[in-house]
């Protein structure tokens, strides 16, 4: 019979696989490099907005100069995306975003699949 034969086969091919959901696991680097060294992780984020409901939660944040932003989604399987004039997240449905704002002004953005979908980071 084949089941001795396909059994022999099927660890690698598990194995296999899981090295390939591993691989395409996306792994959220902070975008801006402009920590300084030894600063806090992006991790201490002064502000969290979710991604929710097709909307930016909270749609305002108010940060200072240095300070970090993160995005979480929380509308899979919708996608979205955190897109500024100058910088963006991927397109996802699940995961986080950081960014640091090492300028005072303010900031629009919003997630190009869905345009209703708008926000501000106001940097002090
Ligand atoms: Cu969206």
């Known amino acids: 019979m084949h089941s001795r034969a396909l059994n022999r086969w099927r660890l690698p091919l ?6 390939l959901a591993a691989a395409c696991t996306p792994i959220n680097v902070p975008v801006s490099s402009a ?16 991604l929710e409901k097709v909307s930016f939660d909270p749609s305002t944040v108010t940060i200072n100069v240095g300070q970090t932003v993160k995005w979480v989604w929380k509308d899979a399987p919708i996608p979205h995306n955190v897109t500024f004039s100058d910088f963006h997240s991927a397109t996802v449905t699940n995961g986080t975003y ?5 300028q005072p002004g303010t900031y629009a953005y919003s997630c190009t699949l ?10 002090k």
């Open 98 to 102: 950081f960014h640091t704002f090492n």
């Open 35 to 50: 920590s300084p060294p030894g600063g806090r992780p992006p991790s201490g984020a002064a502000a969290t907005v979710l």
């Open 114 to 123: 869905h345009r209703q979908m708008v926000g501000t980071v106001i940097v």
């Open 14 to 19: 598990v194995l296999a696989g899981l090295a």
